[in-house]
């Protein structure tokens, strides 16, 4: 029985990967084991393998994390503590019933963030 996903992303700078998600995004470092890391925030778990000759903006990284509730309080607090979310957009409601923003990490990953309307 398959009981989770647990996506693994490259990284190309550790202590930016770490700045960003840590610093900015919340998540907290469970374990670094040199070219491999593991992070968690609340219960997603998201784990990143070194890999420095990826070019951010020519990789198909992308992963989307869905949120129960508080989507525009965390995007208010991503943009107001100085986040770029300029190159992803604006917070808005989707066809498919998702009010979704998206950003970019340092290493070129999509980060989808959505939260059911209804």
Known sequence: MITS??????YIDKAKTLNFYVGKLGFVLD?????????????AELHFFSYPTIVPGKSDFMIYLRIDSGIE??????????????????????????????LIDPNGTLLTFGQSVG
């Not at 996903?5 to 490259?10: A, G, N, Q, R």
């Not at 084991?33 to 992070?39: E, H, K, P, T």
């Not at 991503?78 to 998206?102: D, I, M, R, V």
């Open 31 to 43: 374990a670094d084991y040199g070219d491999y890391l593991i992070l968690h925030r609340d219960a």
């Open 73 to 102: 309080l965390l995007y208010e607090q991503w943009k107001n503590n100085g986040l770029h979310l300029a190159q992803a957009g604006k917070l808005e409601t989707k066809p498919w019933g998702q009010q979704e923003f998206a």
């Open 5 to 10: 996903v647990i996506p693994k992303l490259p």
